[in-house]
C-alpha cells in the first residue's frame, strides 16, 4: 500500500515538474533592444569616378557619369599628365570659359606621378579630351 502511494506521488511530482519546466520554456525571454549602431546623420557617399593615366593613354578610354559628378584623372604614368577639353590646342568643346586656354576643362598645368586632378562636369553631352603634353592620349566623358 505504502509503494502505490509513493509511486504515485513520484508520478504527481513528475509531471507537475515537467508541466512546470515547460511552461517556463516557452515564455519568451525578454530581450535588451537592438543596439543601433549608426552615426545620427547619415553622409551620402559619392562615388569617385576614376580615370587612371599610364604610359598607354587614359583608362577607361570612355567614362560614363551623370550630370554634376566629378571625375578624378589619376597619373601614374612616367611622365606629367594635362588633362584639357578638346580640341588641341584651342580647348574649347566643353561650354565653359576661363580656362587657362579656352574651356575650365583644363588641368592648366602638368600633373606629376601620383598626383591628380578632379574636374565636376556640369554639361550633358559627350565631351572629348586630351593630354595636352601629349595630344594622342584622348578619351571621352560621356555625361547622362
Ligand atoms: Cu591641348
Not at 543601433?36 to 578610354?61: L, R
Request: with cysteine; glycine share 8%; aromatic share 12%.
Amino acid at each position: 500500500m505504502n509503494k502505490i502511494i509513493i509511486t504515485i506521488v513520484i508520478i504527481i511530482i513528475v509531471i507537475f515538474g515537467g508541466y512546470f519546466i515547460f511552461r517556463g520554456a516557452d515564455q519568451p525571454t525578454p530581450s535588451a533592444p537592438p543596439i543601433i549602431n549608426q552615426p545620427e546623420a547619415a553622409v551620402p557617399v559619392v562615388e569617385e569616378k576614376i580615370i587612371t593615366y599610364t604610359d598607354s593613354g587614359f583608362s577607361p578610354a570612355t567614362l560614363t557619369i551623370k550630370k554634376g559628378e566629378t571625375v578624378v584623372f589619376k597619373n601614374q604614368s612616367a611622365q606629367s599628365m594635362w588633362p584639357a577639353s578638346a580640341f588641341h590646342p584651342t580647348h574649347t568643346a566643353y561650354p565653359t570659359t576661363g580656362g587657362c586656354l579656352g574651356s575650365t576643362l583644363d588641368a592648366c598645368k602638368g600633373v606629376q606621378l601620383g598626383e591628380s586632378w578632379s574636374f565636376q562636369f556640369d554639361f550633358v553631352g559627350n565631351w572629348k579630351y586630351h593630354d595636352h603634353l601629349n595630344p594622342s592620349n584622348f578619351g571621352t566623358i560621356v555625361v547622362e
